[in-house]
């Protein structure tokens, strides 16, 4: 076969062998390219999570480029080319082969991500260990890809001797070097120092509910820098990584979604609370809002005109537990008013001019003649 070949070249010119070489490999990229296209259109229309999709999806385009490149490489010495176009030809392409297979490591790095959300669903109403490994599966990806990236970039600077060159004599500077790009970086390594916390230590997690500054969200996105708190009036309030380190706040799931809710009510002194609390428990009863774990209504504390009353009642999850409130809370009101009107919180006002007026009378009939006889 090797003689054949041979034979073959050198009956054709230089130039119209290295284009049929050229054209073998591209062609073989494109019927991989052409596979892998019919491949994906099969499962196009499929919405069911298969390892197989998932490969095809993210490895299908790197490998409609690293496939004609890794064939060109291996076809470069059957080109008949002179020495002045065959070294950078081969340099090229060996620098295009990097590029092209840490774009597949990377790829390669999303297909075990799609394959740990499939396993971990944050659907679910007890999501807590999904979210855990959720959290650091995306520090540890993005951890990953600088990797990679930085390890290609020094792979392709290296494959040149001048670079080799300038490399070995900076080596003899590194120590003063590091401790300059130290002092330099020193915001950069510490965000970094805090992401790699919050991702084993995971004082917040993805989807998680919070309570920082003042603002109620979820946990949307957590970078190497910062992390996006998604407000739930759709606004994002964007913080530095390290704020989760040095400040308080407030975290709704820490440890479960599980959360109580409260509505509080004054009314008047005279209110019969029994009627409210059988009210209450009915109300419960009727709404999937309730996980059926907590839910009672008790007086809290007595101002000076009214009475408190909390309704405590539980639900899976903060949200939930709004709408409960919201839920419980109108319709509480709706049957006060309903049915008890008078019991409304009331103001009692005394006439101190008819007491005054009394005293002065009592005082008066006690002066008159003869009262005392």
Same mark, same amino acid.
């Given at each position: 076969?090797?003689? &054949?070949?041979?034979?073959w070249?050198?009956?054709?010119q230089?130039?119209a062998w290295?284009?049929?070489?050229?054209?073998?490999?591209?062609?073989?990229?494109?019927?991989?390219k052409?596979?892998?296209?019919?491949?994906?259109r099969?499962?196009?229309?499929?919405?069911?999570?298969s390892l197989?999709?998932?490969?095809?999806?993210?490895?299908?385009?790197?490998?409609?480029?690293?496939?004609?490149?890794l064939?060109?490489?291996?076809?470069?010495?059957?080109?008949?080319?002179?020495?002045?176009?065959v070294?950078?030809?081969?340099r090229?392409?060996?620098?295009l082969i990097?590029?092209?297979?840490?774009?597949l490591?990377?790829?390669?790095?999303?297909?075990f991500?799609d394959y740990?959300?499939?396993?971990?669903d944050?659907?679910?109403?007890?999501n807590?260990?999904? =979210?855990?490994?959720?959290?650091?599966?995306?520090?540890?990806?993005?951890?990953?890809?600088i990797?990679i990236?930085l390890?290609?970039?020094a792979?392709?600077?290296l494959s040149?001797?001048?670079?080799?060159k300038?490399?070995?004599?900076?080596?003899?500077?590194?120590? %003063?070097?590091g401790?300059?790009?130290?002092?330099?970086a020193q915001?950069?390594?510490?965000n970094?120092l805090?992401?790699?916390?919050i991702?084993?230590?995971q004082?917040? =997690?993805i989807d998680?509910?919070?309570?920082?500054?003042g603002?109620?969200g979820?946990?949307?996105?957590?970078t190497?820098?910062?992390v996006?708190?998604?407000?739930w009036?759709?606004r994002?309030?964007?913080?530095?990584?390290?704020?989760?380190i040095?400040?308080?706040?407030?975290?709704w799931?820490?440890?479960t979604?599980?959360i109580?809710g409260?509505?509080f009510?004054?009314?008047?002194?005279?209110?019969?609370?029994?009627?409210? =609390?059988a009210e209450?428990?009915?109300?419960?009863?009727?709404?999937?809002?309730?996980?059926?774990r907590?839910?009672i209504?008790q007086?809290?504390?007595?101002?000076?005109?009214?009475?408190?009353l909390?309704a405590?009642?539980?639900? =899976?999850?903060s949200s939930?537990a709004?709408?409960?409130?919201?839920?419980?809370r109108e319709?509480?009101?709706k049957y %006060?008013?309903?049915?008890?009107?008078?019991?409304l919180? &009331?103001r009692?006002?005394r006439?101190?001019?008819?007491d005054?007026?009394?005293?002065?009378?009592s005082i008066n009939?006690?002066?008159k003649?003869?009262?005392? %006889?």
């Amino acid at each position: 076969m090797d003689s &054949q070949l041979h034979t073959w070249s050198q009956q054709l010119q230089p130039w119209a062998w290295n284009l049929i070489v050229i054209g073998a490999a591209l062609l073989l990229g494109f019927t991989v390219k052409l596979m892998i296209t019919g491949v994906l259109r099969f499962y196009r229309d499929r919405n069911d999570y298969s390892l197989f999709k998932s490969i095809l999806t993210h490895l299908g385009p790197p490998l409609n480029f690293f496939v004609p490149l890794l064939m060109l490489n291996f076809m470069l010495p059957l080109m008949q080319l002179s020495k002045t176009f065959v070294l950078p030809l081969d340099r090229i392409t060996d620098i295009l082969i990097v590029i092209a297979f840490a774009s597949l490591l990377i790829k390669a790095v999303r297909i075990f991500e799609d394959y740990v959300y499939h396993q971990y669903d944050l659907t679910l109403e007890d999501n807590l260990k999904g =979210r855990k490994i959720r959290t650091q599966l995306v520090f540890i990806r993005k951890v990953i890809i600088i990797i990679i990236v930085l390890v290609s970039i020094a792979i392709i600077l290296l494959s040149f001797n001048s670079v080799r060159k300038i490399g070995a004599g900076l080596l003899t500077g590194v120590g %003063i070097s590091g401790i300059i790009i130290g002092f330099a970086a020193q915001k950069s390594l510490s965000n970094f120092l805090a992401g790699l916390q919050i991702a084993f230590t995971q004082p917040i =997690r993805i989807d998680d509910v919070l309570v920082v500054e003042g603002e109620w969200g979820r946990v949307e996105e957590i970078t190497l820098t910062y992390v996006v708190l998604n407000i739930w009036d759709q606004r994002r309030l964007i913080l530095p990584i390290t704020y989760f380190i040095e400040k308080p706040f407030q975290n709704w799931t820490r440890s479960t979604s599980q959360i109580l809710g409260t509505v509080f009510l004054y009314v008047d002194y005279t209110f019969p609370v029994d009627g409210l =609390r059988a009210e209450l428990e009915r109300l419960l009863k009727t709404t999937k809002l309730w996980d059926k774990r907590v839910g009672i209504l008790q007086v809290t504390d007595s101002k000076p005109d009214t009475i408190e009353l909390r309704a405590l009642m539980s639900a =899976r999850n903060s949200s939930q537990a709004f709408d409960l409130r919201c839920y419980i809370r109108e319709n509480l009101l709706k049957y %006060i008013t309903d049915n008890m009107p008078d019991s409304l919180p &009331q103001r009692r006002y005394r006439n101190y001019e008819d007491d005054r007026s009394k005293d002065a009378i009592s005082i008066n009939s006690e002066d008159k003649p003869g009262k005392n %006889i």
